[in-house]
């Protein structure tokens, strides 16, 4: 029963799987594109007739010994023969195929920030005795937790999500400011609301900043990003949420990365696109409570970062680093943290991810 209401969900295809030297086990989360390769983009929702047919022979002939999504992917995969995977760590694909295809080129790219409190639990209890092939990690900090844990050769790439998306002007700027939303609202009854409020306490103040300085606001709603697009009770109760506080602010239409880097001063909280606009020069602020778990920076406050409830502060924050050059802004970031000084000296080693997709055009040609 659990099987059949899972493929009720699914989406299934007539068409004839081709095969291609790369396939991308990320669903397309960084939308990579790539010249002269014919690569497979895998999508956990999404059926072969044929081979969903002859995965299900298998599950019944080994007598549901194993998963039928784990033999449906090891059919399609088989079907594609790619030379080389791509995915990120945070779903077990890129790990399911080093363990199927041992021979074959499992290549991995960084989801996300690694937050201190998550590295002795989460990263431990998921990560640990993993091996890949090949590991493209945000920076010097990520390769060295990540070592700990994952045996695999590694290589410094920044945001591969980002890198993909970097504009050819990024001097062309179109919005005063940006505010990157973080709303959610879950069902779950013990919830804590307080994200939430904190957000509606923020952008009170960025909007009094802008009606003071005759600046134009605009918000980057996380009900319109990608994955959330199809839930427009969603869009609906964020619209409210933010017609609640303030009256005067644009709906950013566009994706929030060509947001930020077309708006002279991006504001967010302590989410992981904030921290990506930073290995991408994007000039970015973030302000967040004390009561967060998950924290960029040891300090309270700093050149560009402050958590807490003061509204003076937080207003001259955002005045300090919105008059600021951008050269200024640049040697506070690589002041504050090191590990970002490569992004900011020798940046153009990532547009593109022209590392990343020099290294799998080798083991593919």
Request: glycine letters at 2%; hydrophobic letters at 35%.
């Amino acid at each position: 029963m659990r099987l059949i209401n899972k493929l009720l969900k699914k989406r299934f295809l007539l068409k004839k799987i081709k095969k291609s030297d790369l396939i991308l086990l990320d669903n397309n989360f960084a939308n990579l594109k790539f010249k002269n390769i014919h690569f497979h983009i895998f999508d956990p929702d999404k059926y072969y007739i044929w081979e969903f047919l002859v995965s299900f022979y298998k599950y019944l002939t080994t007598l549901f010994s194993e998963s039928f999504s784990f033999i449906y992917f090891k059919t399609l995969i088989e079907k594609i023969e790619p030379k080389v995977a791509l995915g990120h760590e945070m779903n077990h694909h890129i790990f399911n195929f080093k363990k199927l295809f041992p021979d074959k080129i499992s290549a991995c790219y960084q989801y996300g920030y690694i937050f201190k409190k998550d590295i002795n639990d989460y990263y431990k209890k998921n990560f640990k005795g993993k091996k890949l092939d090949l590991f493209f990690v945000y920076d010097s900090r990520s390769m060295k937790i990540m070592k700990k844990f994952i045996k695999s050769k590694y290589f410094i790439n920044g945001s591969t999500k980002v890198n993909e998306h970097m504009p050819a002007n990024k001097k062309k700027k179109v919005y005063d400011l940006v505010f990157i939303s973080r709303l959610r609202f879950p069902k779950k009854k013990n919830w804590n609301n307080y994200d939430n409020q904190y957000d509606k306490f923020l952008i009170k103040i960025i909007d009094k900043y802008c009606n003071i300085n005759n600046l134009s606001l605009t918000i980057a709603f996380n009900s319109l990003r990608k994955d959330k697009k199809d839930k427009q009770d969603y869009f609906v109760k964020e619209k409210n949420f933010y017609n609640s506080a303030i009256k005067n602010y644009n709906i950013g239409r566009e994706d929030s990365l060509s947001l930020s880097h077309k708006s002279k001063l991006v504001i967010c909280n302590n989410s992981n696109h904030g921290f990506e606009l930073l290995l991408s020069k994007c000039k970015v602020v973030f302000i967040d409570s004390t009561k967060t778990d998950y924290k960029y920076f040891i300090e309270k406050k700093g050149p560009f970062w402050y958590y807490g409830n003061d509204k003076k502060q937080i207003f001259l924050l955002i005045d300090k680093v919105y008059k600021k050059s951008n050269r200024a802004w640049q040697k506070d970031v690589i002041k504050s943290n090191k590990n970002l000084e490569p992004f900011y000296k020798k940046n153009e080693l990532y547009y593109n991810n022209y590392i990343l997709k020099k290294k799998i055009e080798k083991f593919i040609n």
